[in-house]
């Protein structure tokens, strides 16, 4: 198994930027960032491979969120700009072994799960 570790979640006005952190413990393949908020489904925010080449960004954060990643150290990172009332969520790291990212956007596709760490957002 992989464990993961994210960090950087807080507090922040709206219009504020945050920047999630998740250590890996061994090699990934494709690498995600999930958010839920209470009674609702965990959503996919972004997705990376492992080469950087392709990523995939929900709408609802197009041009706001950049996912990145840094292989040697086994993280990847979500910045998070212009953040809005709306993104307030507990936010996931999740990562899978198989080299397949594509369309990889369900809960279900990832077999491996940070704890979360949280993100309240206000005006």
């Known amino acids: 198994p992989v464990y993961l570790m994210e960090s950087g979640g807080g507090s922040v006005q709206a219009a504020g930027s945050l920047r999630l952190s998740c250590v890996a413990s061994?090699?990934?393949?494709?690498m995600a960032w999930f958010r839920q908020v209470p009674g609702k489904e965990r959503e996919g925010v972004a997705i990376?491979?492992?080469?950087?080449?392709?990523?995939f960004y929900a709408d609802s954060v197009k041009g706001r969120f950049t996912i990145s990643r840094d292989n040697v150290k086994n993280m990847v990172y979500l910045q998070m700009d212009n953040l809005q009332r709306e993104d307030t969520a507990m936010y996931y790291c999740?990562?899978?072994?198989?080299?397949?990212?594509?369309?990889?956007?369900?809960?279900?596709?990832?077999?491996?799960w940070g704890q979360g760490t949280q993100v309240t957002v206000s005006s």
């Open positions: 999740a990562a899978r072994t198989i080299p397949d990212c594509y369309g990889m956007t369900r809960e279900e596709n990832f077999p491996f």
């Open positions: 990376i491979n492992r080469g950087s080449f392709y990523t």
């Open positions: 061994g090699t990934t393949a494709c």
